[in-house]
Each structure stands twice: as C-alpha cells, then as structure tokens.
C-alpha cells in the first residue's frame, strides 16, 4: 500500500460545498485500493483574510510544498467587495501557488457528455484539451502604475514570454496530442502581440517537426471562439497562452454543458513540486450557500489527481461514474450533496 500526503484547501463560497463533494467520492474510490490518502486542511481564501489579515503565509507554502498534491475548491469573495480591494487574494494565494509550485502546464480538459444539455444545437463530438501556459504571460505581475488616481494615470500590464516558459509547455503539448488524436492548434493574437506572437510561433515550428505524426495548426483567440461554438469538435489539443486560456476555457466549460463540469490540474511536470487540482469555476457567491453548485467539476478534478498520482484505473472508476451519472441526469433538481453521493455510490458498486 502506498500513501499520499494531500493538502486540501477548501475555500470560499461553493469551495467548500464541491470540495466535500469531491472527498467523499475520493475516499469511496480509494477505498480498499492499494492508495490511502491523508489529508492536511488549510484554511485559506478571502474568508481567512478577512478573519486574520493572512493571505498565504510562508508558513502555510512550505507546508503545503511539502505534501504529493494539492486538492484546491475556489477562492475569492464577491467581486468588488470593497473590504477585499487591497488584499488581492487571487494573485497572493491562487497565482502564488501556481507561480511558487512551477505549475507550467495548466491542462484543462473538455468534452460534451451525452446526456447533458449543451448550448449548441450540435455539438458533434467534442473532446479536446486546452494546455494553458500557467507560469507567464500578462499573470507575472510585471506592470505598474504611475499618478494613480489622477487624470494623468497610466497603467500598464505586461505580458512577459520566455523561450524556455514557451518551449516546455508547447513540448508538453506536443506530447500529450502525441497520446490523443495527433492533432495541435497554437492560439494567439500574432497579427497584434507580434513580440510574443513571433515567440510562440516559432517555437511552436521548431518543435513540430520532432513530431511529425502531429497535425499543427493556427487560430487567432478571437477566430478561436468562434469555432468554440460553432465546430468545437474541430479541436484535440489547444496550447495557449495564460490569459487566453483562462477565457477559452470558461467558454469550454459553457458549451460542454455548464462551468460545473470542467475540471483542471495546474502540473508540475519535473516533480519538483505538488500539482493542485481545481474545478476551472470559481466561488459563485452568487449561489453561495445554497447546496445548488454542481460538484461535478471537483470531482472530476480528483480523477485528474489520481491519474497523476499514477492510479489510472482509479481515476477512471471517477470518470465512468460521474458519466453514468450525468447519463442519468433528468433535469431534476438535486442538491450539491446528492450529486456528490450518487457519484459516491456509483464509485463504490463499481468496486
Ligand atoms: P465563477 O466561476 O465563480 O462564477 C461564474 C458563474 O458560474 C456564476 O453565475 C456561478 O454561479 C456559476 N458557477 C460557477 N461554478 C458553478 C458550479 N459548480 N455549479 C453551478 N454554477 C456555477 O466566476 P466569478 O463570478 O467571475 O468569480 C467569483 C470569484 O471567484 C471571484 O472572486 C474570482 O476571482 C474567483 N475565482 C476563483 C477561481 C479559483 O479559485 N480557481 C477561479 C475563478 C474565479
Ligand atoms: C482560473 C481563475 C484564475 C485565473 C483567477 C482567479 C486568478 O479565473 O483558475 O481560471 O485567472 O487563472
Ligand atoms: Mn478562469
């Protein structure tokens, strides 16, 4: 038997209602396995903050860094709540442990289950894989302001490309299309971000033709959302740049059939450090409380996680479940509980 140390961080808003969701079906699944898992809560988001004034301490970091992997819900309180305004807890707690965890490749997958309603009509079969850079772009924090509050303010932000931040993560991408259908697109804004565009363009090239099985292609974002929604099932794998997979995945999840099925991983690929495992969503205060957030997406992050951990059939027991169950959904209502206790119990009659 094998043990794995997992910090568990909870959150804010639905974090915790599609966490315990998640935890449940993970000790169902992990359940008589040859993997036990143990677990560390951190108590960390806008709610910690608010209560002590801390939004990571180096305490907390090392800690977490010491543990196999990070099981993460959403943090962050309601969008301009003004007791929030200088605490920043997206960039110092969620972008500080991606940063700090070297988590270059943010992997968020996508596919239209049958059974789910999707916004579109036709959505044909779609199943792709958004690789997103997680390390670089315009989230370093590398701008500034200057005569902040005058007419005269000027704010910049500044999108910063390494060849080396570029290169790993476009190699990753590689790889994983190398596993799937052997088919890349690179999505950018090289007509307008020529600086980084001509980076990732030629990157992308060079490393292309290690892989010459693969299929590359080349979508501007904005070009990109639309084949989103009108021919999602054109795409396998997508690599991109932070910010723009940071939109296309949201859009991703909407069309799959709801930002509550979409889950992702934030991989450390080297080892180095924990991968965290998160829904793509994040707090919903507006629906905060009310036992009616989906858990699908967490819970479809845990099989991520135990896919990582190198138990594929664990994690596959995960994904047959929660399609068994999504096959089943009739549009009734179900609490946020039940949806996490049907997948539960699916997991377990598949032992
Ligand atoms: P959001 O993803 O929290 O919510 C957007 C919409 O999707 C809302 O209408 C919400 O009710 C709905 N939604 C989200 N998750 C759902 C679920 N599981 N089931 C059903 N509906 C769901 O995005 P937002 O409103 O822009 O952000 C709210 C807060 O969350 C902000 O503070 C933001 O910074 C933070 N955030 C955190 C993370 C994270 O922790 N990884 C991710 C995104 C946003
Ligand atoms: C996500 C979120 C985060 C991001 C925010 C909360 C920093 O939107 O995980 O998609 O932009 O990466
Ligand atoms: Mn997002």
């Known amino acids: 038997s094998r043990s794995v140390k997992l910090a568990v961080i909870r959150g804010d808003g639905i974090g915790p209602e599609v966490v315990a969701e998640a935890v449940k079906v993970l000790d169902a699944v992990v359940a008589g ?24 301490t180096d305490t907390d970091l090392e800690s977490i860094a010491s543990h196999d992997a990070i099981l993460l819900g959403a943090i962050g309180g309601v969008p301009g709540d003004p007791r929030l305004r200088d605490a920043n807890i997206e960039r110092g707690l969620l972008l500080k442990l991606r940063f700090s965890l070297d988590h270059y490749v943010n992997l968020r997958p996508t596919k239209v289950y049958p059974g789910v309603p999707s916004p579109l009509a036709n959505a044909g079969n779609v199943d792709f894989v958004v690789v997103r850079e997680g390390t670089e772009g315009p989230y370093v924090g590398n701008g500034g302001a200057i005569r902040v509050g005058t007419r005269a303010e000027v704010a910049n932000e500044v999108s910063v490309n390494t060849a080396y931040g570029v290169e790993r993560v476009v190699r990753h991408a590689f790889e994983i299309a190398t596993q799937r259908r ?77 930002i509550g099925l979409a889950a992702s991983a934030n991989i450390n690929p080297d080892g180095t450090f ?9 707090s919903a205060p507006d629906i905060a409380g009310k036992q009616i957030a989906d858990p699908t997406a967490a819970i479809l992050s845990t099989a991520l996680l135990l896919e990582h951990l190198g138990a594929p059939e664990l994690a596959h027991r995960v994904v047959r479940a929660v399609d068994a169950d999504i096959a089943g959904r009739s549009g009734s209502a179900r609490t946020t509980a039940e949806v996490g206790d049907a997948i539960a119990a699916l997991v377990t009659a598949a032992q």
Do not use: C
């Not at 951190?42 to 709610?47: I, N, R």
């Not at 999505?187 to 090239?205: D, E």
């Not at 924990?274 to 994040?282: A, I, L, N, Q, T």
């Open 33 to 56: 396995s040859e993997l036990s898992i143990e677990k560390t809560e951190f108590s960390l988001g806008a709610a910690r903050y608010l209560e002590t004034g801390d939004v990571l």
């Open 182 to 258: 052997n088919k890349l697109t690179l999505v950018h804004k090289i007509n307008v971000l020529t600086f980084a565009g001509k980076l990732w363009q030629r990157i992308v090239t060079e490393v292309a033709a290690e892989y010459p099985q693969v299929a590359v292609d080349y979508l501007h974002v904005d070009a990109a959302t639309i084949f989103l929604v009108t021919d999602p099932a054109r795409f396998d794998v997508i690599v991109t740049d932070n910010l723009f997979g940071d939109i296309l995945t949201d859009l991703a999840g909407a069309i799959s059939g709801g």
């Open 274 to 282: 924990p991968s965290m495992f998160e829904p793509v969503h994040g």
